[in-house]
């Protein structure tokens, strides 16, 4: 007989908290960085094919899509940084009161866009 | 120890290794993703470049493949459906990081 019985995380019926948000999220980035980092690979093969064939690619990442796409990326990659940190931290024993689960929660939703702009400024040598 | 408390162990290790090549990956990738041609091959030619890029995507494919595999255990009921799942999911982070590194090895400036 098939099991009807809710899989957990069960979060239709939960009331939703930072920490549910960033752990939801923490699983969502995980699979964009994955693909992303499958199509990284994709693109780094390609270099193989020679400089003709990289034109297009090259057209595809210097428009709007492509700077879009590099953007996201560097987003989904420091919220997943900064919340596995949180995550080590939490298994190291720290920062599971309430109140600390909401502080850090923000710090890692809040932090992610910093560590983009930081990633993006430094990365495009612009400070 | 059983399979569950490896498994977490794995992804802790992977996870404090992954962290830092993730930082390294990404400020490097900002810097070159819309760079003409031979300014991405000498990224991906250059020896330390080429050596920390394979262990970034060894150790990305290892971790995600098994916290995606905790995604399965959660959201898929049907266990022929997950085994299958799993095995799919495990040929490709097996598949892609070694096509991709023999490429890597291979290319010339």
Redesign the interface.
């Known amino acids: 007989m098939e099991n009807k019985n809710p899989l957990s995380p069960h979060i239709q019926i939960y009331r939703w908290h930072i920490s549910s948000l960033v752990s939801i999220s923490h699983r969502v980035t995980g699979i964009i960085n994955i693909v992303a980092i499958t199509l990284i690979c994709i693109w780094a093969s390609l270099l193989i094919l020679g400089e003709t064939n990289y034109s297009f690619i090259n057209f595809f990442l210097n428009s709007i899509f492509g700077k879009f796409i590099a953007l996201g990326l560097a987003w989904s990659f420091s919220f997943q940084i900064l919340s596995e940190i949180r995550h080590l931290m939490m298994d190291m024993g720290y920062g599971f009161e309430l109140q600390i689960t909401r502080i850090t929660g923000l710090a890692v939703i809040f932090g992610s866009i910093l560590l983009t702009i930081l990633i993006y400024l430094i990365g495009r040598n612009l400070i | 120890m059983n399979l569950a408390t490896k498994k977490w162990i794995f992804m802790?290790i992977s996870?404090?290794i992954?962290?830092p090549l993730?930082?390294w990956?990404?400020?490097?990738?900002?810097?070159i993703?819309?760079q003409?041609?031979?300014e991405?091959?000498s990224f991906?030619t250059n020896s330390a470049n080429k050596f920390l890029?394979s262990f970034f995507?060894v150790f990305?494919?290892f971790y995600?493949s098994l916290?995606?595999s905790e995604?399965f255990e959660?959201?898929i009921?049907n266990e022929k459906i997950k085994n299958a799942a799993n095995k799919a999911l495990y040929i490709f982070a097996i598949i892609?990081?070694l096509?991709?590194i023999i490429?890597?090895f291979?290319?010339k400036l």
């Open positions: 802790k996870s404090v992954l962290v993730m930082l990956f990404i400020f490097n990738f900002i810097s993703y819309n003409n041609y031979l991405v091959l991906f890029f995507i990305a494919y995600s916290s995606i995604v959660d959201y009921q892609m990081p096509i991709t490429v890597i291979n290319l």
